[in-house]
């Protein structure tokens, strides 16, 4: 059990003034918080206990005991694992290969760290038993809708990846009840996918967003939250591992989507498999 120093960083700049202040405070001095009964963080943070409480509770954690523990789990793994590795243009091939790699694994290792079990349930029945499937993302995370929609057409189900307003407006227009909207925003604020996701949401179709960790206006928006984590010090090596963290959830739904429909998934592949093949031939 661990991720609570990452919930605690990746949230930090969306949590309220006095929330943000025990965050501060835990993310300065872990080693110290584990051992302190809530009452003592509070007067050591100069905040009440119900304040505490709301902080654990809005990272998505039972109470502050359970937040203790995962940041004891991660203290515990802090020995073994690497930090990220700023990517220096004046590097050598050497240090490209081991830094961009190590930040990579890092950013699923995380990733694995904040993802709830149960939501991940919640989107692969809920893709597996929809009519229609919508796919939303805006540049980069447009390039994982795609991603998703190349493997859902490969196991036969009906899906439209649209990286577009005016495209994905359209789409949302016309979904119902039975259908759901799949909106990939790695900060949660793209403009586009929020306006396109409240079209579906009026519509009834089940919400499932794919964001950083934390409270943002797309995951707000969803009846289920799956969530990244990437937490380099460089802009240009978080938008690599961000993509490599959302494209590793993207396959982990594809194959609980595909076990839970295994022979006609596997039918479906080989139909596919042979389709392109022919074509490959001819060419």
């Excluded at 789990?73 to 830094?99: H, P, R, W």
């Excluded at 289920?224 to 396959?251: P, W, Y």
Aim: glycine share 6%; net charge neutral; hydrophobic share 35%.
């Amino acid at each position: 059990m661990n991720g609570g120093l990452i919930s605690l960083q990746e949230s930090i700049t969306s949590l309220k003034p006095s929330e943000r202040k025990v965050a501060e405070y835990i993310i300065h001095y872990p080693e110290e918080v584990i051992n302190l009964s809530i009452q003592k963080l509070s007067k050591r943070t100069e905040v009440s206990e119900a304040t505490i409480i709301r902080l654990a509770r809005t990272l998505n954690y039972k109470g502050f005991q359970e937040l203790k523990l995962r940041i004891a789990g991660d203290l515990a793994t802090k020995q073994t694992s690497k930090s990220y590795q700023e990517i220096s243009i004046d590097g050598t091939v050497d240090s490209f290969i081991e830094n961009v790699s190590n930040n990579n694994i890092q950013s699923i290792n995380d990733t694995i760290s904040v993802l709830s079990k149960e939501e991940v349930e919640k989107a692969i029945a809920a893709l597996s038993q929809a009519r229609k499937i919508a796919l939303f993302g805006i540049g980069a995370s447009g390039l994982i809708a795609q991603d998703f929609k190349q493997k859902l057409s490969r196991i036969n189900r009906w899906c439209e990846a649209a990286v577009d307003y005016d495209t994905q407006g359209t789409i949302s227009a016309n979904l119902e009840e039975q259908d759901v909207v799949f909106g990939i925003s790695y900060s949660g604020q793209t403009n586009d996918i929020i306006e396109s996701l409240k079209i579906a949401k009026d519509n009834g179709a089940t919400v499932i967003t794919l964001t950083k960790y934390g409270t943002n206006p797309v995951s707000d928006l969803a009846d289920i939250k799956l969530f990244t984590s990437s937490l380099e010090k460089s802009i240009r090596s978080g938008a690599m591992s961000s993509r490599i963290s959302q494209l590793n959830v993207i396959d982990i739904l594809y194959v609980g989507m595909t076990s839970r429909n295994y022979e006609e998934s596997v039918a479906a592949l080989e139909r596919t498999r042979k389709a392109v093949e022919v074509a490959k031939k001819h060419g």
